[in-house]
């Protein structure tokens, strides 16, 4: 099946090959080379944490990351392995800054920001594990960790696409780049996908 997605007018094709999401090689060329500029990325971060709705979950303590490339291999994660590696090398500085600048002002609200990735994540997972009920849930993460990345990221860009205002000025593809910088360093920090260490 070939799916033809098209988020703020940038083309990104991908084909289901054995339930599992291959991503078009050119987009993630694409992806890989894109430049992101700091104060892009700090509106971003700031423009989906104002679309967040405050709530007062406690979110629990997580174990210290585990290197990267055990996590991409535990979650068996393959189309989005190298995007993960980049933007955590390339633009993983700009998002940690990005969210000492959204904590500067009101601190928490970094905490609360990565806890909705965690939450929507969690959503996302439940819905595949609902349809595959006979499998445990690390099967189901395995079998499905590049579609629930894609649906993560199209989530927080439909979010974003509602409160675009403060951002207009960034192109579209820029805004897509940033987002999916977010949800890559979310599984970095373990607020998307599973941690080994939890195992």
């Known amino acids: 099946m070939n799916i033809i997605q098209k988020i703020f007018g940038?083309?990104?094709n991908q084909t289901?090959?054995?339930n599992k999401i291959v991503v078009d090689e050119k987009y993630l060329r694409h992806l890989l080379t894109f430049q992101n500029n700091p104060s892009d990325v700090n509106q971003i971060v700031l423009t989906l944490y104002n679309a967040i709705s405050e709530d007062n979950a406690n979110f629990d303590?997580?174990?210290l990351p585990p290197e990267i490339e055990e996590k991409i291999s535990f979650n068996n994660v393959i189309s989005y392995k190298a995007l993960i590696e980049t933007n955590f090398s390339e633009n993983g500085f700009y998002l940690d800054s990005a969210y000492e600048?959204?904590?500067s002002d009101t601190p928490g609200r970094k905490k609360l920001?990565?806890?909705f990735i965690n939450q929507l994540y969690l959503s996302i997972l439940g819905e595949h594990i609902k349809k595959n009920s006979q499998l445990d849930k690390l099967t189901v993460i395995r079998a499905n960790a590049d579609t629930i990345l894609v649906e993560v990221i199209n989530s927080l860009l439909i979010r974003i696409s509602n409160n675009v205002k403060s951002i207009e000025?960034?192109?579209?593809?820029?805004?897509?780049n940033i987002v999916i910088a977010i949800v890559c360093h979310a599984f970095v920090d373990c607020k998307v996908l599973e941690n080994p260490n939890n195992k």
């Not at 000025?169 to 897509?176: G, K, P, V």
């Open 16 to 18: 289901i090959v054995n």
């Open 169 to 176: 000025h960034i192109s579209s593809e820029n805004i897509e």
């Open 61 to 63: 303590k997580r174990n």
């Open 101 to 103: 600048a959204l904590d």
């Open 10 to 12: 940038f083309l990104n």
């Open 113 to 115: 920001f990565l806890g």
